[in-house]
Protein backbone atom coordinates (compact mmCIF):
# COMPACT_ATOMS: atom_id res chain seq x y z
CA UNK A 1 0.00 0.00 0.00
CA UNK A 2 1.32 3.72 -0.39
CA UNK A 3 2.50 5.06 2.06
CA UNK A 4 -0.65 7.72 2.64
CA UNK A 5 -2.67 4.97 4.01
CA UNK A 6 -0.16 2.76 5.76
CA UNK A 7 -2.79 2.67 8.49
CA UNK A 8 -5.06 0.00 6.41
CA UNK A 9 -3.42 -3.64 6.40
CA UNK A 10 -5.42 -5.79 3.44
CA UNK A 11 -5.79 -9.36 4.08
CA UNK A 12 -5.74 -11.15 0.27
CA UNK A 13 -6.20 -14.77 -0.07
CA UNK A 14 -7.72 -15.72 -3.35
CA UNK A 15 -5.58 -14.75 -6.45
CA UNK A 16 -8.60 -12.85 -7.66
CA UNK A 17 -8.28 -10.66 -4.32
CA UNK A 18 -4.58 -10.37 -4.49
CA UNK A 19 -4.85 -8.93 -8.39
CA UNK A 20 -7.88 -6.87 -7.17
CA UNK A 21 -8.34 -5.79 -3.47
CA UNK A 22 -5.00 -3.49 -3.22
CA UNK A 23 -5.84 -1.53 -6.79
CA UNK A 24 -9.79 -0.66 -5.67
CA UNK A 25 -9.28 -0.33 -2.27
CA UNK A 26 -6.91 2.43 -2.90
CA UNK A 27 -8.74 3.88 -5.36
CA UNK A 28 -11.37 3.84 -2.95
CA UNK A 29 -9.74 5.53 -0.21
CA UNK A 30 -8.05 8.14 -1.86
CA UNK A 31 -11.56 9.06 -3.12
CA UNK A 32 -12.77 8.74 0.74
CA UNK A 33 -9.72 11.19 1.42
CA UNK A 34 -10.06 13.66 -0.92
CA UNK A 35 -13.58 14.51 0.91
CA UNK A 36 -12.77 13.72 4.65
CA UNK A 37 -8.93 14.23 4.51
CA UNK A 38 -6.47 12.24 4.40
CA UNK A 39 -5.11 12.45 8.27
CA UNK A 40 -8.66 10.81 8.70
CA UNK A 41 -8.75 7.74 6.33
CA UNK A 42 -5.54 7.05 8.68
CA UNK A 43 -6.08 7.83 12.00
CA UNK A 44 -7.05 4.21 13.04
CA UNK A 45 -5.49 0.89 12.07
CA UNK A 46 -8.09 -1.14 9.83
CA UNK A 47 -7.76 -4.55 8.60
CA UNK A 48 -9.41 -5.60 5.19
CA UNK A 49 -10.70 -8.69 4.20
CA UNK A 50 -13.43 -10.29 1.87
CA UNK A 51 -15.09 -13.23 3.11
CA UNK A 52 -17.15 -15.20 0.09
CA UNK A 53 -19.70 -16.72 2.78
CA UNK A 54 -20.19 -13.77 5.27
CA UNK A 55 -23.37 -13.19 5.66
CA UNK A 56 -23.22 -9.09 4.66
CA UNK A 57 -20.75 -6.83 4.74
CA UNK A 58 -19.40 -5.13 7.99
CA UNK A 59 -17.27 -2.82 9.82
CA UNK A 60 -16.62 -4.90 12.68
CA UNK A 61 -15.77 -3.39 16.04
CA UNK A 62 -15.72 -5.36 18.74
CA UNK A 63 -11.61 -6.67 17.54
CA UNK A 64 -8.55 -4.77 17.91
CA UNK A 65 -7.48 -3.68 15.28
CA UNK A 66 -11.32 -3.00 13.88
CA UNK A 67 -12.08 -5.06 10.64
CA UNK A 68 -14.27 -4.49 7.86
CA UNK A 69 -15.41 -7.43 5.97
CA UNK A 70 -16.93 -7.16 2.58
CA UNK A 71 -18.51 -10.21 0.82
CA UNK A 72 -17.97 -10.41 -2.44
CA UNK A 73 -17.76 -13.21 -4.56
CA UNK A 74 -14.32 -13.56 -7.11
CA UNK A 75 -13.91 -10.16 -7.62
CA UNK A 76 -16.00 -10.34 -11.00
CA UNK A 77 -17.94 -7.59 -10.04
CA UNK A 78 -15.79 -4.52 -8.97
CA UNK A 79 -18.64 -2.08 -8.45
CA UNK A 80 -19.83 -4.60 -5.66
CA UNK A 81 -16.76 -4.41 -3.65
CA UNK A 82 -16.58 -0.21 -4.09
CA UNK A 83 -20.19 -0.10 -3.22
CA UNK A 84 -19.55 -2.14 -0.46
CA UNK A 85 -16.46 -0.69 1.24
CA UNK A 86 -17.67 2.66 0.31
CA UNK A 87 -20.44 1.59 2.64
CA UNK A 88 -18.12 0.27 5.76
CA UNK A 89 -16.05 3.00 5.03
CA UNK A 90 -18.24 6.03 5.85
CA UNK A 91 -18.81 4.15 9.34
CA UNK A 92 -15.18 4.04 9.86
CA UNK A 93 -14.92 7.53 9.31
CA UNK A 94 -18.23 8.58 11.56
CA UNK A 95 -16.71 6.32 13.58
CA UNK A 96 -13.44 8.79 14.59
CA UNK A 97 -15.83 11.37 15.81
CA UNK A 98 -17.63 9.10 18.33
CA UNK A 99 -16.76 9.51 22.14
CA UNK A 100 -18.84 6.11 22.51
CA UNK A 101 -17.78 4.46 20.17
CA UNK A 102 -20.61 2.28 20.25
CA UNK A 103 -23.03 5.34 19.90
CA UNK A 104 -25.15 5.08 16.80
CA UNK A 105 -28.54 6.81 15.55
CA UNK A 106 -28.69 3.42 12.78
CA UNK A 107 -31.62 4.85 10.84
CA UNK A 108 -29.83 8.14 10.27
CA UNK A 109 -25.96 6.78 9.95
CA UNK A 110 -27.43 4.19 7.57
CA UNK A 111 -29.01 6.09 5.33
CA UNK A 112 -26.03 8.01 4.69
CA UNK A 113 -23.42 5.35 4.49
CA UNK A 114 -25.90 4.11 1.81
CA UNK A 115 -26.02 7.32 -0.09
CA UNK A 116 -21.88 7.47 0.15
CA UNK A 117 -21.66 4.27 -1.67
CA UNK A 118 -23.95 5.52 -4.88
CA UNK A 119 -21.98 8.55 -4.41
CA UNK A 120 -18.39 7.15 -4.83
CA UNK A 121 -19.53 5.06 -7.11
CA UNK A 122 -20.75 7.53 -9.47
CA UNK A 123 -17.60 9.39 -8.49
CA UNK A 124 -15.86 6.15 -9.75
CA UNK A 125 -17.30 5.78 -12.83
CA UNK A 126 -16.46 9.28 -14.22
CA UNK A 127 -13.05 8.91 -12.57
CA UNK A 128 -12.23 5.03 -13.43
CA UNK A 129 -9.01 6.71 -15.33
CA UNK A 130 -7.86 7.20 -12.00
CA UNK A 131 -7.96 3.50 -10.81
CA UNK A 132 -5.01 1.64 -11.84
CA UNK A 133 -7.36 -1.39 -13.17
CA UNK A 134 -8.07 1.28 -15.55
CA UNK A 135 -5.00 -0.43 -17.77
CA UNK A 136 -6.67 -3.88 -17.80
CA UNK A 137 -10.26 -2.67 -18.18
CA UNK A 138 -10.45 1.16 -20.16
CA UNK A 139 -14.01 0.85 -20.03
CA UNK A 140 -15.38 -0.44 -16.82
CA UNK A 141 -16.62 3.14 -15.86
CA UNK A 142 -19.78 2.10 -17.91
CA UNK A 143 -20.66 -0.90 -15.81
CA UNK A 144 -20.38 1.18 -12.56
CA UNK A 145 -22.38 4.04 -13.17
CA UNK A 146 -24.85 0.87 -14.83
CA UNK A 147 -24.57 -0.24 -11.36
CA UNK A 148 -25.27 3.05 -9.04
CA UNK A 149 -28.39 3.52 -11.52
CA UNK A 150 -30.08 0.34 -11.26
CA UNK A 151 -29.60 0.76 -7.17
CA UNK A 152 -30.84 4.60 -7.45
CA UNK A 153 -34.23 3.36 -9.37
CA UNK A 154 -34.90 0.79 -6.59
CA UNK A 155 -37.19 2.83 -4.34
CA UNK A 156 -40.06 2.03 -2.17
CA UNK A 157 -42.14 4.35 0.27
CA UNK A 158 -40.89 5.75 3.16
CA UNK A 159 -41.07 4.29 6.40
CA UNK A 160 -39.37 7.76 7.73
CA UNK A 161 -42.27 9.71 6.28
CA UNK A 162 -44.89 7.77 7.65
CA UNK A 163 -43.06 8.20 11.30
CA UNK A 164 -45.12 10.87 14.00
CA UNK A 165 -44.38 9.50 17.11
CA UNK A 166 -40.89 8.45 18.98
CA UNK A 167 -42.09 4.63 19.51
CA UNK A 168 -42.80 4.84 15.41
CA UNK A 169 -39.26 5.89 15.04
CA UNK A 170 -37.98 2.88 17.14
CA UNK A 171 -39.68 0.20 15.23
CA UNK A 172 -37.91 1.83 12.06
CA UNK A 173 -34.68 1.59 14.04
CA UNK A 174 -35.00 -2.09 14.93
CA UNK A 175 -35.71 -3.11 11.20
CA UNK A 176 -32.87 -0.66 9.74
CA UNK A 177 -30.58 -3.21 8.30
CA UNK A 178 -33.60 -5.59 7.28
CA UNK A 179 -35.27 -2.75 5.39
CA UNK A 180 -33.13 -0.56 3.77
CA UNK A 181 -35.23 -0.08 1.02
CA UNK A 182 -38.17 1.64 3.51
CA UNK A 183 -35.61 4.45 3.44
CA UNK A 184 -34.31 4.59 -0.47
CA UNK A 185 -36.21 7.58 -0.90
CA UNK A 186 -34.28 9.72 2.02
CA UNK A 187 -30.64 7.54 0.59
CA UNK A 188 -31.24 9.06 -3.08
CA UNK A 189 -32.35 12.97 -1.79
CA UNK A 190 -28.82 12.50 0.44
CA UNK A 191 -27.04 11.22 -3.01
CA UNK A 192 -28.49 13.97 -4.85
CA UNK A 193 -27.32 16.63 -2.12
CA UNK A 194 -23.97 15.27 -2.06
CA UNK A 195 -23.68 15.78 -5.71
CA UNK A 196 -24.98 19.07 -5.85
CA UNK A 197 -22.57 19.96 -2.99
CA UNK A 198 -19.66 17.73 -3.06
CA UNK A 199 -17.67 20.41 -0.58
CA UNK A 200 -19.71 20.27 1.80
CA UNK A 201 -20.41 16.68 2.10
CA UNK A 202 -17.47 16.18 5.33
CA UNK A 203 -19.99 17.69 7.99
CA UNK A 204 -22.19 14.86 7.83
CA UNK A 205 -19.06 13.21 10.60
CA UNK A 206 -19.93 15.41 13.75
CA UNK A 207 -23.78 14.06 13.66
CA UNK A 208 -22.46 12.22 16.87
CA UNK A 209 -22.21 15.63 18.80
CA UNK A 210 -25.60 16.50 18.37
CA UNK A 211 -27.51 13.08 18.99
CA UNK A 212 -30.38 13.69 21.25
CA UNK A 213 -30.71 10.11 22.73
CA UNK A 214 -29.89 7.31 20.55
CA UNK A 215 -33.04 7.76 17.91
CA UNK A 216 -32.90 11.65 16.75
CA UNK A 217 -30.18 14.45 16.08
CA UNK A 218 -30.52 17.52 17.36
CA UNK A 219 -30.24 19.69 14.34
CA UNK A 220 -31.00 23.21 16.16
CA UNK A 221 -27.96 23.11 18.50
CA UNK A 222 -26.15 22.18 15.32
CA UNK A 223 -27.31 24.37 12.94
CA UNK A 224 -26.70 26.96 15.53
CA UNK A 225 -23.19 25.89 15.88
CA UNK A 226 -22.45 25.94 12.22
CA UNK A 227 -24.80 28.07 10.73
CA UNK A 228 -23.39 28.73 7.20
CA UNK A 229 -23.13 25.16 6.79
CA UNK A 230 -25.41 24.14 3.43
CA UNK A 231 -25.44 20.31 4.23
CA UNK A 232 -27.41 20.21 7.88
CA UNK A 233 -30.48 21.13 6.42
CA UNK A 234 -30.50 18.21 4.09
CA UNK A 235 -29.60 16.16 6.72
CA UNK A 236 -32.51 17.74 8.80
CA UNK A 237 -34.96 17.34 5.90
CA UNK A 238 -34.55 13.50 6.65
CA UNK A 239 -35.29 13.22 10.37
CA UNK A 240 -39.24 12.62 11.14
CA UNK A 241 -41.24 14.98 12.53
CA UNK A 242 -42.22 13.81 15.51
CA UNK A 243 -45.82 15.49 16.84
CA UNK A 244 -46.04 12.85 19.99
CA UNK A 245 -43.87 11.02 22.19
ZN1 LIG B 1 -24.00 -0.02 7.61
New binding site residues.
Given amino acids: MSSNINKWKILMQTPEEQKYMIPLSSYVLKLFGEIFGVGIINSETCLLYNDEKAAYPMLIINRNPIMIRTNVEKFRCWEQFIFQLS?EMT?YIIRQYKTDKTAIVKWFE?TI?EAMSLYILRVSSMRWIECALHSIKPNYGVALEFYWRDVYKQTEESVLKRCHTLHELELVEEACETNRKGRSIERNYLFNTFCDMPNSIAEFVYYPLYMHGDLQIDFETWTSNQNNNLLIPHLKAIQPKLTAS
Fill in positions: HHEC
